[in-house]
């Protein structure tokens, strides 16, 4: 339903729980806090998105491989982990993405010891439809900006494998440098993963004024951030 002019999703009553209340609004998209009505619009994207093309995804938080309902329940099961596992050493913030008020896709942001170290890490995925139309970027644009304009993040790290030359070269668009290689497994086998990492020095002069943050506030002594 659309609040205050945008496209974004805002259930009648507010949650009790303040990080399904955050919302970050790009004028392409809304990122809203990954509630349960939301995943379960997110179900047939899941469904549909069987991984059959290169370049392959990661096996983990969830396999695109099989074909299955075990395979909706397990990412069901791993958000709601994340969701329940939330405290100052470590969190993950899950975000529906919708476009013109449709879900499309996810955008996470983690980190470990956030309040020691300011330091936070993205993870996406976008429907196989609507790839190639700008909105990875737009994802990734909006995420930086809870991560250093409303969480006061220091650094911000990404990786893809280094075949998976869209989501390289939005990190490169953003201003990423690159942060050396390590390996992760896709359809179990090993795969090289290029590593990425964006101070806050080098985000400021590409710093958006066009992105809104919407129950931010409220979301920090969750994250345990004063």
């Known amino acids: 339903m659309p609040w205050g002019g945008w496209d974004g999703y805002r259930p009648d009553v507010a949650h009790t729980y303040p990080p399904l209340n955050v919302e970050i609004r790009t004028p392409r998209l809304t990122l809203a806090g990954a509630c349960d009505e939301l995943l379960e619009r997110l179900v047939p994207l899941v469904r549909a998105g069987i991984a059959d093309t290169e370049p392959l995804p990661f096996d983990d938080p969830i396999s695109f491989y099989a074909d299955s309902p075990e395979r909706e329940w397990q990412w069901l099961r791993s958000i709601w982990r994340g969701r329940g596992r939330v405290s100052p050493d470590s969190w993950r913030l899950y975000f529906a993405v919708l476009v013109d008020g449709e879900p499309v896709g996810m955008q996470d942001l983690t980190s470990t010891n956030f309040t020691r170290f300011g330091t936070v890490s993205s993870f996406s995925w976008l429907a196989p439809g609507r790839r190639g139309e700008g909105l990875g970027k737009e994802m990734r644009a909006a995420i930086l900006h809870l991560a250093f304009a409303g969480l006061g993040a220091h650094e911000a790290g990404s990786d893809a494998f280094v075949d998976n030359e869209a989501s390289n070269r939005v990190s490169r668009a953003l201003g990423?440098?690159?942060?050396?290689?390590?390996?992760?497994?896709?359809?179990?086998?090993?795969?090289?993963?290029?590593?990425?990492?964006?101070?806050?020095?080098?985000?400021?002069?590409?710093?958006?004024?066009?992105?809104?943050?919407?129950?931010?506030?409220?979301c920090l002594p969750v994250l345990g951030i004063s």
């Not at 896709?186 to 090289?192: I, K, N």
């Open 176 to 218: 990423y440098e690159p942060n050396g290689t390590d390996w992760d497994t896709r359809r179990g086998e090993p795969a090289r993963i290029q590593q990425w990492r964006l101070t806050r020095e080098a985000w400021e002069p590409r710093r958006r004024d066009d992105i809104e943050l919407a129950g931010v506030e409220e």
